[in-house]
């Protein structure tokens, strides 16, 4: 059974910094490119950062210089830290996963909520 599951969302001040967890079981994580999504409230839902096989790395311009994904194969676990943050950057964030040869990413998590207050 496949689980992506979140964590490490919470309340923030502007510029201040979270780093969010993604922890993956159930399929070859060392296989799957993995992303990170976020949703604010009325919006459609936006890629944040994706980060390959190759930990070939994908960032949204908004986040460019603020947000950092990483992944750790060893623990099946892929993060997102993120500094200087905005009220914008407000959102449930989501973590997902590709497995190799895929064309969409398929396993997504229940998300986590992050709050920037200005």
């Known amino acids: 059974q496949v689980q992506l599951v979140e964590s490490g969302g919470g309340l923030v001040q502007a510029g201040g910094s979270l780093t969010l967890s993604c922890t993956a079981s159930g399929f070859t994580f060392s296989r799957a490119a993995m992303a990170w999504y976020r949703q604010a409230p009325g919006k459609e839902r936006e890629l944040v950062a994706t980060?390959?096989?190759?930990?070939?790395?994908y960032y949204t311009d908004s986040v460019k210089g603020r947000f950092t994904v990483s992944r750790d194969n060893a623990e099946n676990m892929v993060y997102l830290q993120m500094n200087s943050l905005k009220p914008e950057d407000t959102a449930v964030y989501y973590c997902?996963?590709?497995?190799?040869?895929?064309?969409?990413?398929?396993?997504w998590g229940q998300g986590t909520q992050v709050t920037v207050s200005s």
């Open positions: 997902a996963a590709r497995e190799d040869g895929r064309p969409e990413y398929d396993y």
């Open positions: 980060i390959t096989i190759f930990r070939d790395t």
